[in-house]
């Protein structure tokens, strides 16, 4: 894949992205493993910023262009201004919005702003402190002040269940470990993120066909055995970051059996089964589609620390998922999510849905891999109309920078106008949650 | 805010206007209410946003108050309050309370009715639905006790589905549609799940959840064995309906 073509893929997704703005930030509908949200789709300030302010900021560190920080900014500002007065953010649950608290998602928002306020240090100081200050207020109030559990040295999922779900540590150990950096406190790192990255690693198995394997979380002292492989790759970056803090090599080996272990479950066409379970059973469906870009994104992080690995298919299997919206689709086999059959030729709603939440796994990654020095092409985008299933029953899906729609014999059956805060029709085909 | 002045690289964010916490909503696991009320609630607020207007909200439960109130944008809404006196703290509600509706409005929301005091509560809500305006209502059902649990769980004893659709008639107001949310197979499902995670197929456990929840929304006949109701009904473009 040449680097012009990445270009303009990257271009697309920043044109698509940007239909999906509406007052408070970027919104649109949810369709996730565990749950869906398809009524509200108002703004989210969940980890769709990550890869939003991530992506536009290595935009413009590659391309030199002054609009993309300002993108960055334009989505830092939608974060202020969704903060609330106890640190966390407005609606910031993704699959579980409207609702705040969201984890890992506001670690995820958190590490936006830190790195928006790296990234400003030097030419707007005032400005770079304000996105600091309302990413340490998040981290202290919220995570450190509702969710630190002395008593085990990690973060809960809850405040007042015991538990812990090692890939938001590791997104949560990341943004402390920044913070640590920037403010000069190396207390919150010792004190804070390396236990919880010790944590990750006490969920990680050794040796035999599961070597490497996190389990995705635990509930006191029992252990759940579900290893999804996205999940287990979103726990790289943390550890490697607590690597370079620390120089502990128990962080990084524990990084690199983690990314062994999730390409050891990559089909031949690049994609990844959804979840695996002791003894090497799987549920394949949902495949993801946009989020592969964190799987990637992880890959390479790691190569120059050894990792040899060829994610070539993995990176087609990602761009087959193009739509001519600019946006990139979600998932490949939702219809199979309680079957685990051979999905249908055609997609269902889920799967064809463009979530914010996803591309922008994508669009990170793939803001990587821009040609340096060179300005993106003009967006080439279009309408979207093609086949697609809901609930059994065959339809049309269609996408226009202002509407996502599904119709069934002719009828709306769901219909979401781009900014607006619900959906303007759910019908029975389309109530998921 | 002293660790905020700790920081060398901070400002000082007094005099800053952050957005008030909702009320009642201090913690991850008190904001979302369980999956049926999730369903409800939003299908409240998706109606109410589809058809513009105003809106107001009657309840009795401060949980359901902040819900709505996070859903639609609290200052926009009349609040209707049957929970008698004194009006509970409710946060982030920035409209006005009122205890019997003030104006008309497009769309009501009505949650959990009480059965002791349902046909009075009837009276004035419905009297401030303006023609072709919308009531929904949000009721247990006879899984209710069964299956509902955690934040914005009914507390008292509230109408059952049969005496609201005819307190609803009686009104002259037609039933548009109504929706269910758990029912049986949807649990039945649920509980298989569970076996399956004993016997230590998790994969098979998983599969069933999902079943669960595919199946977890119904409407029509099949509503009316939910966990939760929700019945929405329009006045007609021309009747008077209880306003006299």
């Excluded at chain 1, 946009?290 to 060829?310: S, V």
């Excluded at chain 1, 249908?344 to 821009?370: H, I, M, Q, T």
């Excluded at chain 2, 009531?135 to 009914?154: D, K, M, N, Q, Y």
């Excluded at chain 2, 064995?225 to 009904?233: D, H, K, P, S």
Aim: glycine share 12%; proline share 6%; aromatic share 8%.
């Amino acid at each position: 894949m040449n680097g012009s073509t990445i270009g303009q893929v990257v271009a697309n997704l920043d044109s698509w992205l940007d239909t999906m703005r509406g007052t408070g930030g970027y919104g649109g509908p949810v369709s996730h493993w565990w749950q869906n949200c398809l009524d509200y789709g108002g703004s989210g300030l969940d980890w769709r910023y990550e890869g939003i302010v991530l992506g536009y900021l290595t935009l413009h560190a590659r391309t030199g262009e002054a609009g993309w920080l300002a993108k960055a900014r334009r989505a830092g500002d939608d974060l202020l201004r969704g903060q609330l007065a106890n640190g966390s953010f407005r609606h910031s649950a993704f699959e579980l919005n409207p609702a705040t608290g969201g984890t890992p998602h506001e670690a995820a928002c958190a590490l936006a702003l830190l790195h928006l306020a790296r990234a400003l240090r030097t030419v707007d100081p005032a400005g770079a402190a304000s996105y600091l200050a309302a990413a340490e207020h998040n981290l202290r109030s919220f995570w450190i002040g509702q969710l630190w559990d002395e008593r085990t040295q990690s973060f809960r999922d809850a405040p007042a269940t015991p538990s812990f779900v090692p890939n938001k540590g590791a997104t949560l150990a990341e943004a402390l470990l920044m913070l640590a950096q920037l403010v000069g406190d190396t207390g919150l790192a010792e004190r804070y993120a390396l236990p919880t990255l010790k944590a990750v690693l006490s969920h990680q198995l050794r040796g035999g066909e599961g070597d490497g394997a996190i389990a995705q979380n635990s509930f006191g002292t029992r252990r759940v055995l579900k290893f999804f492989p996205y999940y287990v790759a979103r726990c790289v970056p943390g550890l490697l970051e607590g690597y370079r803090w620390s120089g502990d090599r128990h962080l990084l080996d524990g990084a690199l059996r983690a990314m062994g272990f999730v390409l050891r479950q990559r089909y031949e066409d690049g994609s990844f089964a959804q979840v695996v379970y002791p003894g090497g059973r799987r549920n394949r469906y949902p495949q993801w589609v946009a989020a592969t870009g964190d799987i990637l994104r992880a890959a390479d992080m790691l190569r120059p620390h050894g990792l040899d690995a060829d994610t070539e298919t993995t990176l087609a299997w990602l761009l087959k998922g193009r739509r001519a919206s600019g946006a990139i689709v979600t998932a490949y086999g939702f219809a199979e999510q309680s079957r685990q059959g051979r999905p249908s030729p055609v997609a269902e709603l889920r799967d064809l849905l463009p979530v914010c939440g996803w591309a922008d796994k994508a669009f990170r990654y793939l803001a990587g891999l821009v040609p340096e020095g060179r300005p993106l092409p003009p967006a080439a985008v279009g309408p979207v109309e093609e086949p697609c299933m809901a609930r059994g029953r065959r339809g049309v899906w269609r996408e226009t920078p202002a509407l996502l729609q599904l119709e069934l014999d002719g009828v709306p059956a769901y219909s979401w106008r781009k900014g607006d805060a619900w959906a303007t029709t759910v019908a029975p085909e389309a109530v998921w949650k | 805010m002293q660790w905020l002045d700790a920081s060398p690289f901070a400002v000082r964010r007094e005099g800053k206007t952050l957005l008030p916490v909702p009320a009642g909503v201090p913690t991850p696991a008190a904001s979302r209410p369980g999956l049926p009320y999730q369903h409800a609630l939003d299908r409240c607020a998706q109606l109410a946003w589809a058809g513009g207007g105003q809106t107001s909200v009657a309840t009795a439960n401060p949980l359901h108050v902040a819900q709505l109130g996070g859903r639609l944008g609290s200052s926009a809404l009349e609040l209707v309050w049957l929970g008698g006196r004194p009006v509970p703290e409710v946060g982030v509600w920035g409209g006005e309370i009122v205890a019997v509706p003030t104006r008309e409005v497009t769309m009501m929301i009505w949650t959990e009715p009480a059965s002791q005091t349902a046909v009075e509560d009837f009276k004035a809500v419905s009297r401030g639905l303006c023609p072709g305006g919308r009531l929904a209502v949000i009721v247990a059902g006879p899984l209710a006790g069964l299956r509902i649990t955690g934040p914005g769980a009914r507390r008292k004893p509230t109408i059952g589905l049969l005496a609201l659709l005819r307190l609803i008639r009686s009104a002259s107001l037609s039933v548009e549609r109504v929706d269910g949310f758990g029912w049986a197979p949807a649990f039945l499902w649920a509980y298989t799940s569970s076996l399956c995670e004993r016997i230590g197929r998790p994969d098979l456990g998983d599969r069933c959840l999902v079943r669960h929840r595919e199946l977890f929304a119904v409407s029509g006949v099949q509503a009316a064995l939910a966990a939760l109701t929700v019945v929405v009904a329009r006045r007609g473009a021309t009747t008077g309906g209880p306003r006299q």
